[in-house]
């Protein structure tokens, strides 16, 4: 088991930053990818961004690329999601999720263990 607890949420407005903190605790993290989603009200939970726990590969949507940045501190396993210029289309629940350690532009679907979200707003 793997156990993900998310942290760094808030209420920001267009243009700032927010860091999102992934704490992960549990069987051995290098075995998997590390991969955040999120999801809108009334909408399909989509692709953010992934990580390979050992290589540090990143992967991300096209829509965050050059705006979002995926880090880890190993030492501490926790994983971030540094987020910039954030615009009001980005407001939506943010999960941090564990996966097979190939992971490049993830599905959903195919991950093994979530977190509970955070809430990101962005006002306009």
């Known amino acids: 088991q793997v156990q993900l607890v998310e942290s760094g949420g808030g209420l920001v407005q267009a243009g700032g930053s927010l860091r999102l903190s992934c704490a992960a605790s549990?069987?051995?993290?290098?075995?998997?990818?590390m991969g955040w989603f999120r999801q809108a009200p009334g909408k399909e939970r989509e692709f953010v961004g992934s990580?390979?726990?050992?290589?540090?590969?990143?992967s991300y949507a096209d829509s965050v690329k050059g705006r979002f940045t995926i880090s880890r501190d190993n030492a501490k396993n926790m994983v971030y999601l540094q987020m910039n210029s954030l615009k009001p289309e980005d407001t939506a629940l943010y999960y941090c999720?564990?996966?097979?350690?190939?992971?490049?532009?993830?599905?959903?679907?195919?991950?093994?263990?979530w977190g509970q979200g955070t809430q990101v707003t962005v006002s306009s």
């Open positions: 549990g069987r051995t993290l290098s075995m998997y990818a």
């Open positions: 990580m390979n726990w050992n290589s540090g590969y990143t």
């Open positions: 999720a564990a996966g097979p350690s190939d992971w490049g532009h993830a599905k959903p679907d195919e991950s093994y263990y």
